[in-house]
């Protein structure tokens, strides 16, 4: 194959390392802005991510009120705990958080420092792939800014808006349904990245399996998914439909 769409966060950047970090700075504005214990923080924080971990089917991602995804990493994870945790009359401190701090993440996100996942070395030796391409939904500059001390030969599509569901696409309001798991194909922004490649010579990689990797299998492309703990039920299914689960990118 001469090309691999690769998600940013996960397989390229250590998901985890990065999400620890977001999360800490924003424990940090919670309890300036609302004068709260940061034990109180952390502990309603944890039990509510608990929750969210063994039940994740009933706690996807919302934007607008549909379904973009679900937890399956922990960038999304996190993000979705915070929206359930500390309730005060019905509305989360963190919701207002946001609301007053709508940057909050990218903001975050360029103080957090960059950890490559495993196997990115070797992937990048051994590399076997005309073109590599890194998608995510980030700002462009923002990776580009992260990779320049790297040399790495790689094309660069930011703001790719791969969570945003508009029911005008081919699909209309089409669903894949995996258990109680209801993923959403209408990607228009998504949808008219991939019309860049011809699906029988590229194969899409991340570690979330709804948002980035059921639009590219539904239109025919090669897929592979990178296992962490949150995505199990994808495991499975890749599994049952005859696709690939590896470790990290060096597998390819």
Not at 20 to 30: A, E, M, P, Y
Not at 37 to 46: A, D, V, Y
Request: aromatic share 14%; glycine share 2%; proline share 3%.
């Amino acid at each position: 194959m001469n090309n691999i769409i690769i998600e940013y966060d996960g397989p390229i950047s250590d998901n985890n390392i990065r999400a620890q970090s977001i999360i800490s700075k924003i424990f940090d504005k919670i309890e300036k802005e609302y004068c709260l214990n940061r034990e109180f923080i952390i502990n309603n924080f944890n039990k509510t991510k608990k929750i969210i971990i063994k039940n994740d089917a009933e706690f996807p991602y919302l934007i607008n009120n549909e379904i973009s995804c679900y937890c399956e990493d922990e960038l999304v994870l996190n993000r979705v705990s915070l929206n359930k945790s500390f309730y005060n009359n019905g509305y989360t401190y963190f919701r207002k958080f946001e609301e007053r701090n709508p940057d909050y993440f990218l903001d975050f996100y360029k103080e957090s420092e960059l950890v490559f996942s495993k196997g990115i070395e070797e992937f990048f030796k051994n590399n076997k792939y005309e073109n590599i391409n890194i998608v995510s939904n980030l700002p462009e500059s923002i990776i580009k800014k992260e990779l320049e001390n790297y040399r790495l030969h790689v094309n660069i599509f930011g703001n790719a808006q791969k969570n945003f569901i508009k029911f005008n696409s081919r699909f209309n309001k089409s669903q894949l349904s995996i258990g109680k798991r209801m993923i959403n194909l209408n990607r228009p922004f998504y949808e008219k990245f991939l019309s860049n490649f011809n699906p029988k010579d590229s194969i899409a990689v991340s570690d979330n399996f709804s948002r980035d990797l059921t639009l590219p299998l539904t239109l025919g492309f090669d897929v592979a998914l990178i296992k962490n703990d949150y995505n199990v039920w994808a495991q499975k299914y890749m599994n049952l439909i005859g696709k690939r689960v590896i470790e990290n990118l060096s597998e390819l």
